[in-house]
């Protein structure tokens, strides 16, 4: 169906799964209880976790198939996020021309830059597109405020020419953003004993164009086009010898992935208006590098989940602070009760960082695949259990060197 | 002319002269052996022919086109293939994408955004992979990761993915490099099935005097980037020159 195998439909409809039923699988907790705080049911935060879903999608068609590490993807988001509030200012609040927009402007721009960096490779790529990134955000930030606000950042106002609607509504307030009507902060609440579900028009189109990108990476994937991009990662030599131009291939990747931030900033605006530069900074390109390799660089759903585990931890981790420590620990004898406290302290609220790169440690040294690979590794263990017996065909594929 | 005409190539790396002044003319359907000591130039040769290096001086010419200034893939798409001295495969990829790389290739040419097909819809090209692994003996093999391959197989892929793109001049190095007796004589016999009923010509560099005179029939002899001398394999085998240069060595 839709051109994919029967495994990819699966992993489709999983994912679909799991975005459509986002607002359950997030909220798990009953309201009022103890572990409340680590549901992430609720909309701007399963936003950020589709929308960070995309840009890591996007990220992962270059460098996990090419090998390309680029270093200022952040930079295609943050250009998407600019064009997108423009065309909110001057045409209209629908949402879908101003995503459109973005994802256009952000592949021409990833366009020039991919088409300077890729004339070098490995560790000069990666300098070359922080450098290009590191310039468009202070350039952002400076010379051209005109067009991004600077500072402030890029926001509507209540005299934007805007053609196709209104400047400001009747009540003399900024209009909101909307997909043909249906305005994107909508929301339908749910409550179910002491349960409640949100469930937010905005998210509810960001997880659409989450699941068109994730089948477009996935028929990527498996195309022609794809198993090229995995030629030049593997050897690019042979490669040109064989009659392909890797040029070409890598650049073409370098475009689709830039049109994914853009696509993914696109959405950002259109679920709040406003574009800032820092969208921009190097930490924000690094941030989605840490997402693939995390999830698993190269597999089709890796990168969400790097995505979707980063943006948990830095929105509920980081919220802990003492205080919540001290109730967990409350249990026991007053001097162990401060020790645990003061042991798991810097672990999180604002040492949510710290965790994080513990994690992503413990990930690069013992599963290279990211989390995909152990998922796999505990999917086989229990495959193994299961059936003692065809443990012997396994090894026979084993290489025996000549020579 | 031949199908391959090489005139005055010198090739200098700083100090070192890796090649002279070489002239070489390859018939058409033929098979035409390089041999020469370690350090003659041999492999210089050949990278000068696919367009890896550039010589200093003289000319290349592909079926009356000139080679020179283009680059590796557009020299591949006129129809020269080459089989490296340690073989260069995609070694993250399967042993069918391997082979299925070069259908692409020859298909679409240098670059297509070929992005919303499907690699296993292509039955056309399957077929045709399927094909030549039967007929390099790899079919069993054919989901298996080319890196966990022995050397032998590897060479053998390589072998294969050259000969999907059907091309008009194939480039051996030493394509019998560490490989069993047994092995070597499987590859004399596909090479000699090849040339035959393939019509594909071959130029083939090789240390191994059994394979060269299995397969050549004609071999250019060369010696500090200079050819030697250049004749059918029975005057080679006894021309004193060859015997002092080479062959004397090679044995002694
Ligand atoms: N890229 C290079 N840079 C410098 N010297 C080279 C290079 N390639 C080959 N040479 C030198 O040129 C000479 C010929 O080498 P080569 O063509 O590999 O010989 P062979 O006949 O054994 O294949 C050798 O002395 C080698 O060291
Ligand atoms: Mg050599």
């Known amino acids: ?403 | 002319m031949g199908i391959l005409e090489v005139k005055g190539v010198g090739k200098r790396f700083g100090g070192l002269q890796a090649l002279g002044d070489v002239n070489l003319s390859v018939q058409e359907n033929s098979v035409h052996a390089i041999i020469g000591p370690n350090g003659a130039g041999k492999s210089t040769l050949l990278n000068v022919l696919v367009g890896k290096l550039i010589p200093d001086t003289g000319s290349v010419m592909f079926e009356g086109q000139s080679v020179l200034g283009r680059s590796p893939h557009e020299i591949n798409q006129m129809g020269i293939s080459r089989v490296f001295q340690t073989p260069e495969i995609f070694g993250d990829l399967t042993v069918m994408e391997n082979i299925m790389i070069p259908c692409f290739a020859k298909r679409d040419g240098s670059y297509r955004l070929h992005a919303f097909e499907t690699v296993l819809h292509e039955k056309e090209l399957v077929a045709q992979a399927e094909q030549i692994l039967i007929d390099v003996n790899m079919i069993d093999k054919r989901e298996m990761h080319a890196a966990s391959m022995s050397r032998g197989d590897k060479r053998r892929l390589e072998m294969a993915m050259c000969l999907v793109q059907e091309p008009k001049l194939l480039l051996l190095d030493e394509p019998t490099a560490g490989m069993a007796r047994a092995d070597t004589n499987n590859t004399i016999d596909l090479l000699k099935e090849i040339n035959e009923k393939r019509d594909i010509t071959m130029c083939i560099i090789e240390h191994d005097m059994h394979v060269v005179f299995s397969l050549a029939e004609r071999i250019t002899v060369l010696a500090q980037g200079t050819p030697l001398v250049e004749d059918i394999p029975e005057k080679i085998k006894g021309h004193p020159k060859v015997q002092e240069a080479y062959l004397g060595q090679a044995h002694g």
């Open chain 1, 1 to 403: 169906m839709l051109g994919l195998n029967k495994k990819d439909m699966n992993l489709l409809l999983l994912v679909a799964g799991l975005v459509i039923f986002a607002p359950f699988i997030l909220n798990p907790f009953p309201e009022g209880s103890e572990l409340a705080q680590f549901n992430a049911g609720y909309p701007d935060l399963m936003q950020r976790f589709v929308i960070f879903g995309i840009f890591a999608i996007g990220f992962n068609i270059l460098f996990g198939l090419t090998g390309y590490l680029s270093f200022g993807h952040a930079a295609f988001l943050g250009v998407g996020s600019y064009a997108g509030v423009w065309m909110m200012k001057l045409l209209t609040m629908n949402v879908v021309p101003a995503i459109m927009i973005s994802v256009v402007v952000a592949g021409l721009f990833s366009l020039l830059i991919g088409y300077i960096s890729l004339r070098r490779s490995g560790i000069y790529f990666s300098i070359l597109t922080l450098a290009f990134a590191q310039m468009s955000f202070a350039l952002a930030y400076s010379v051209l405020t005109p067009l991004t606000g600077g500072e402030t950042g890029l926001q509507l106002s209540l005299n934007d020419p805007r053609v196709l609607g209104i400047s400001a509504t009747e009540t003399g307030s900024i209009p909101v953003t909307h997909f043909f009507g249906l305005e994107m902060r909508d929301s339908f609440e749910l409550a179910l004993g002491s349960w409640l579900f949100t469930f937010n028009a905005g998210y509810y189109l960001c997880a659409a164009v989450m699941l068109i990108a994730f089948y477009l990476s996935i028929r990527i994937f498996r195309s022609p086009f794809g198993m090229m991009l995995r030629a030049v990662k593997s050897n690019q030599q042979r490669m040109k010898y064989t009659g392909l131009n890797p040029k070409p291939y890598t650049l073409a990747a370098f475009v689709i992935s830039g049109m994914y931030a853009g696509l993914a900033g696109g959405l950002m605006v259109s679920m709040d208006p406003l574009a800032g530069a820092e969208r921009m900074f190097w930490t924000a390109s690094g941030e989605v590098v840490l997402m693939a390799i995390l999830g698993g660089a190269g597999t089709l759903i890796g990168p969400v989940l790097g995505a979707g585990l980063i943006k948990y931890m830095e929105n509920i981790l980081s919220k802990i602070n003492s205080t919540i420590l001290h109730e967990w620990f409350a249990f026991m004898p007053d001097g162990i009760e401060d020790v645990m406290v003061t042991l798991v302290y810097p672990f999180i609220g604002k040492g949510w960082h710290l965790t994080l790169g513990i994690m992503f440690m413990l990930v690069v040294i013992f599963l290279p695949g990211g989390l995909v690979e152990g998922g796999q590794r505990i999917a086989r263990l229990f495959r193994r259990r299961g059936a003692k017996t065809d443990d012997s065909g396994a090894e026979q594929s084993q290489n025996t060197p000549a020579e």
